[in-house]
T-cell receptor, first 113, second 110 residues
Framework: EAQVTQNPRYLITVTGKKLTVTCSQN?????MSWYRQDPGLGLRQIYY???????DKGDVPEGYKVSRKEKRNFPLILESPSPNQTSLYFC????????????FGEGSRLTVL | AQSVAQPEDQVNVAEGNPLTVKCTYS??????LFWYVQYPNRGLQFLLK??????LVKGSYGFEAEFNKSQTSFHLKKPSALVSDSALYFC????????FGAGTTVTVRA
């Protein structure tokens, strides 16, 4: 089954404790992206990757890091989480970055205390 | 700069009635337009897209959308809504990067 898998789905952590949200896709997509969803703001892009070893900042990259060492994986790293990073996070992938539809993971709900 | 607006936070309709979810956009060139749906506790799912060609685009679950260049709109429509269509709907526009609207919550009452 074609899918984007995120882990963990739910996480409660404390300020400053490094965490990683993993994302993996099995569709051989070149394009991958991270979004955060906040009420009334829709989805905002954090980082995206056009291909292996190619990453770039989205609209709200501050406080986040990513890496793309393999085509299928695109982890999101919060080196020192803060309460304003409490949000619902989505990983997505696409075959064609411009015209292709995005396939989304189920989401990771992060709470930073 | 590109932008996309969904002017209604909520849309309420009775089952069997037509459903319209509005979307307007602002771009400097030719846009690529998308609609996604999000069911509770799920990720977004692709419904349909307009890239070029026929202004009326048909998508999943009986939804369609009409691209109107003069009004810079891309409204989502369904002729007869179902209770199961209750969800959060997002319009998105791509001109270079992809931008999402804030979302419209659709409630279909039985």
């Amino acid at each position: 089954e074609a899918q984007v898998t995120q882990n963990p789905r739910y996480l409660i952590t404390v300020t400053g404790k490094k965490l990683t949200v993993t994302c993996s896709q099995n569709m051989n997509h070149e394009y991958m992206s991270w979004y955060r969803q906040d009420p009334g703001l829709g989805l905002r892009q954090i980082y995206y990757s056009m291909n292996v070893e190619v990453t770039d900042k989205g609209d709200v990259p501050e406080g986040y890091k990513v890496s793309r060492k393999e085509k299928r994986n695109f982890p999101l790293i919060l080196e020192s989480p803060s309460p304003n990073q409490t949000s619902l996070y989505f990983c997505a992938s696409s075959l064609m970055p411009d015209t292709g539809e995005l396939f989304f993971g189920e989401g990771s709900r992060l709470t930073v205390l | 700069a590109q932008s996309v607006a969904q002017p209604e936070d909520q849309v309420n309709v009775a089952e069997g009635n037509p459903l319209t979810v509005k979307c307007t956009y602002s771009v400097s060139g030719n846009p690529y337009l998308f609609w996604y749906v999000q069911y509770p506790n799920r990720g977004l799912q692709f419904l349909l897209k307009y890239i070029t060609g026929d202004n009326l685009v048909k998508g999943s679950y009986g939804f369609e959308a009409e691209f109107n260049k003069s009004q810079t709109s891309f409204h989502l429509k369904k002729p007869s809504a179902l209770v199961s269509d209750s969800a959060l709907y997002f319009c998105a526009v791509r001109e270079g990067k992809l931008s999402f609207g804030a979302g419209t919550t659709v409630t279909v009452r039985a």
